[in-house]
């Protein structure tokens, strides 16, 4: 099932130490969770693409966010293209589903089934330090 996933790669890994901080690598190559209510997007409510930081790869729009009141940035649906990868989560003693990046594996954060239920109750609560906001109308080119 894993089969398609990218093995570690020393290269791309000396690119993220030096390029992302301490909190956006440890989030994402670590499996790290930003403290609660301390993420930039976690209020962000403009118009634009969310993409993964360590590869760019599109993950969501500002139309599939939703204010969750959890903490942490939600979004009730994936961008099509994002071929987001869930994993089991038992760590902490707690039976819960990750999201990684479809493209380069970086750890997004969790997702649980409390979402809104008009777009399928799913919410995806994701650390600000995983993503980079690019502002802009929700089109894809
Ligand atoms: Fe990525």
Same mark, same amino acid.
């Given at each position: 099932?894993? !089969?398609?996933m990218?093995?570690?790669n020393?290269?791309?890994?000396? &690119?993220?130490?030096e390029?992302?901080?301490r909190?956006?690598?440890?989030v994402t190559r &670590?499996s790290g969770? !930003?403290?609660?209510n #301390?993420?930039? +997007?976690?209020?962000?409510e403009?118009?634009g693409?969310?993409?993964?930081?360590?590869?760019?790869?599109i993950?969501f729009? #500002? !139309?599939?966010? +939703?204010? #969750?009141n959890?903490?942490?940035?939600a979004? @009730?649906t994936e961008?099509?293209?994002a $071929?987001?990868?869930?994993?089991?989560?038992n760590?902490?003693?707690?039976?819960?589903?990750?999201?990684?990046? $479809?493209s380069?594996d970086? @750890?997004?954060g969790?997702? %649980?089934?409390?979402?809104?239920?008009? %777009? $399928?109750? &799913?919410r +995806?609560?994701?650390n600000?330090? #995983?993503?980079?906001?690019?502002? $802009? !109308?929700?089109?894809d080119?």
């Open positions: 099932m894993k !089969e398609n990218p093995r570690f020393p290269e791309r890994d000396r &690119e993220w130490r390029r992302l901080t909190l956006q690598y440890h &670590e969770t !930003e403290p609660p #301390s993420g930039i +997007y976690y209020m962000e403009r118009e693409k969310y993409l993964c930081i360590c590869c760019g790869n993950l729009t #500002s !139309e599939m966010k +939703y204010h #969750s959890c903490g942490w940035p979004f @009730h961008h099509p293209d $071929g987001i990868i869930r994993l089991e989560d760590s902490f003693r707690m039976l819960r589903v990750e999201v990684r990046c $479809g380069c970086a @750890h997004l969790h997702v %649980f089934d409390d979402g809104p239920l008009q %777009f $399928g109750g &799913e +995806y609560c994701i600000s330090a #995983s993503i980079d906001f690019v502002q $802009g !109308e929700n089109n080119d």
